[in-house]
């Protein structure tokens, strides 16, 4: 299964570019928070994408989905998860920032929702419904690019690697962030009640 691909920038379309790698050109579909990014690059140009590769019984094409960082690629295979949410109608809805639409679903703000392309009023709640309380960690995402980030050795080094690695924070204001809630909730014991505890942390 193809996870990741770097290579040369051969093709550029509306939603899609070819990507040029070790002798075969791959398609790859954009979405719209992922293409603007695409907008400046030129033809020849070296680039890298974190690859959803999505194939199923009603889809036998393969297709591959293309991001800028593993955590936008996380948060479309958790899309996927919601009930008659498929490949197309999830890449149509990433037209906003992902770490907006992952707010909006941990604040079950159907309102946001509804305005993504192909998703209506039912989708809406179904993507509440299924995914509320699990969009944490994407809900803190920065809408800038972010860069890989490196094996964590401990509870607080795990979070604080991926605020800044993979979330675009900086190291300082990460660090700050965790050790406050850390002090307020000294018993927490796993990153995922880390990352909802500084979340909910910066919406107040």
């Known amino acids: 299964m193809i996870r990741y691909l770097k290579g ?117 709640e179904k993507i509440v419904a299924e995914l509320n309380g699990k969009m944490a960690k994407y809900a803190l995402m920065s809408e800038g690019a972010p860069s890989p980030a490196g094996e964590p050795e401990d509870l607080k080094k795990q979070v604080v690697e991926v605020l800044v690695g993979q979330l675009g924070y900086k190291s300082g204001e990460a660090n700050q962030m965790v050790d406050t809630v850390l002090q307020r909730c000294p018993q927490i014991s796993s990153p995922e009640e880390l990352f909802e505890e500084v979340y909910r942390s910066q919406k107040t």
């Open 8 to 124: 040369r920038l051969l093709k550029k379309e509306d939603d899609r570019i070819v990507l040029f790698t070790n002798g075969v050109g791959y398609e790859v579909r954009l979405p719209v928070v992922v293409r603007s990014t695409y907008n400046e690059k030129e033809i020849d140009e070296e680039v890298e994408l974190y690859i959803s590769y999505q194939q199923a019984e009603k889809q036998p094409r393969p297709v591959l989905v293309g991001f800028n960082s593993e955590p936008e690629r996380e948060f479309f295979e958790k899309l996927l998860t919601v009930h008659r949410i498929g490949t197309s109608t999830a890449v149509d809805a990433l037209t906003i920032p992902i770490g907006r639409i992952a707010r909006a679903i941990e604040d079950k703000d159907v309102i946001t929702l509804k305005k993504l392309s192909g998703i209506g009023a039912r989708a809406a």
